[in-house]
């Protein structure tokens, strides 16, 4: 019989993700705490990821399967799966990432050990690069620390896959992804949710992110309206932080003169000094007058380097 009570949902948002996704799926289905539904959301696949599921289906009715008649975004699919979730709680897994056995056991314990003031409990991921390996994030956030210091400056990369979620917490305060940003969804529902509740460090790596593609992916995203977007949206919080608008600015001012617009990024790059003045920022607001050539060899340089004048202290990619 199928659990009409479960005490988690998890939610796997897809799309077109057939010969990644079977690994997602296992890896929740191995777990060592049985008590959850899985909620798949085919995000209007074209390839026979239907049929993947349907087979898995057979085996365990605790899975459930929705799918979208047209593409409609991540954020869309994580709503839908919100919407149709049965758990008191709410956790989140990318298709092409994968839980350790004991995640859902070890977030729950803790879960029951804590104080209702944390809505939120987020444990570290391990990330895996075309460039290796790294536990993520380091350290809780501070009491005092701003979520946007926190996330942008003190290297606090707060992954969906990460985030065991009250679902209380969201439905008294109408926290959904947001469905008009192209990107960043993750940085701002995490922000949202942070203006309403408490979060808990788990100080253990319970999740793989999969991110060998990562810089693939970002480079084809020649669109940071996004960016802009996620500034406009939390501007009082950023005005508070000016070395992290600076930062943002200036990586923002890297992606647009790596596409050679040159004279925006000549923009960013003087918001970036204007906030918090750097060698690096006022390098490459002068770099930007020198020309395509020079520009390609400092590419180039830190292709080879993966380090030095590009490297930040905001280590998530824009």
Same mark, same amino acid.
Do not use: C
């Given at each position: 019989?199928?659990?009409?009570?479960?005490?988690?949902?998890?939610?796997?948002?897809?799309?077109?993700?057939?010969?990644?996704?079977?690994?997602?799926?296992?890896?929740?289905?191995?777990?060592?705490?049985?008590?959850?539904?899985?909620?798949?959301?085919?995000?209007?696949?074209? #390839? =026979?990821?239907?049929?993947?599921?349907?087979?898995? $289906?057979?085996?365990?009715? %605790?899975?459930?399967?929705?799918?979208? #008649?047209?593409?409609?975004?991540?954020?869309?699919?994580?709503?839908?799966?919100?919407?149709?979730?049965?758990?008191?709680?709410?956790?989140?897994?990318?298709?092409?990432?994968?839980?350790?056995?004991?995640?859902?056991?070890?977030?729950?314990?803790?879960?029951?050990?804590?104080?209702?003031?944390?809505?939120v409990i987020y444990n570290?991921?391990?990330?895996?690069?075309?460039?290796?390996?790294?536990?993520?994030?380091?350290?809780?956030?501070?009491? =005092?620390?701003?979520?946007?210091?926190?996330?942008?400056?003190?290297?606090?990369?707060?992954?969906?896959?990460?985030?065991? $979620?009250?679902k209380k917490v969201l439905?008294?305060?109408? $926290?959904?992804?947001?469905?008009?940003?192209?990107?960043?969804?993750?940085? #701002?529902?995490?922000?949202?949710?942070? #203006?309403?509740?408490?979060?808990?460090? @788990?100080?253990?790596?319970?999740?793989?992110?999969?991110?060998? =593609?990562?810089?693939?992916?970002?480079?084809?995203?020649?669109?940071?309206?996004?960016?802009?977007?996620?500034?406009?949206?939390?501007?009082?919080?950023?005005?508070?932080e000016k070395n992290v608008?600076?930062?943002?600015?200036?990586?923002?001012?890297? %992606?647009?003169?790596?596409?050679?617009?040159?004279?925006?990024? %000549?923009?960013?790059?003087?918001?970036?000094?204007?906030?918090?003045?750097?060698?690096? =920022?006022?390098?490459?607001?002068?770099?930007?007058?020198?020309?395509?050539?020079?520009?390609?060899? @400092?590419?180039?340089?830190?292709?080879?380097?993966? %380090?030095?004048?590009?490297?930040?202290?905001?280590?998530?990619?824009?």
């Amino acid at each position: 019989m199928k659990n009409n009570n479960p005490k988690i949902s998890v939610i796997i948002p897809t799309y077109n993700r057939a010969q990644v996704l079977s690994r997602a799926i296992q890896s929740v289905l191995k777990q060592t705490f049985n008590d959850f539904e899985l909620i798949i959301v085919d995000d209007g696949s074209s #390839d =026979n990821t239907d049929e993947i599921v349907k087979e898995y $289906i057979k085996k365990d009715n %605790r899975i459930k399967y929705i799918k979208h #008649d047209v593409n409609k975004g991540g954020n869309k699919a994580r709503n839908t799966g919100i919407n149709n979730s049965l758990g008191d709680y709410i956790t989140f897994l990318d298709s092409d990432d994968e839980y350790l056995p004991n995640n859902l056991e070890e977030r729950y314990k803790i879960r029951q050990k804590i104080s209702n003031d944390y809505g939120v409990i987020y444990n570290q991921n391990l990330k895996k690069t075309n460039i290796g390996k790294k536990i993520i994030p380091k350290k809780a956030i501070k009491k =005092n620390e701003s979520i946007i210091k926190y996330l942008f400056i003190n290297q606090g990369e707060l992954q969906t896959n990460t985030l065991f $979620i009250n679902k209380k917490v969201l439905i008294k305060n109408n $926290i959904y992804f947001d469905e008009n940003l192209k990107r960043h969804q993750d940085w #701002d529902f995490t922000i949202r949710l942070k #203006d309403v509740t408490n979060f808990y460090f @788990l100080n253990k790596y319970l999740s793989i992110w999969n991110a060998e =593609n990562e810089n693939d992916r970002v480079s084809k995203q020649k669109d940071y309206s996004a960016s802009f977007q996620l500034i406009e949206k939390f501007k009082e919080k950023f005005k508070k932080e000016k070395n992290v608008l600076a930062n943002f600015y200036y990586f923002l001012g890297i %992606r647009h003169l790596e596409i050679e617009k040159r004279k925006k990024a %000549r923009t960013l790059f003087i918001k970036s000094i204007k906030n918090k003045p750097s060698f690096k =920022n006022i390098f490459l607001y002068l770099s930007t007058f020198l020309g395509s050539s020079w520009t390609k060899l @400092l590419f180039k340089i830190n292709f080879y380097k993966k %380090r030095g004048l590009f490297k930040l202290k905001m280590k998530t990619k824009l």
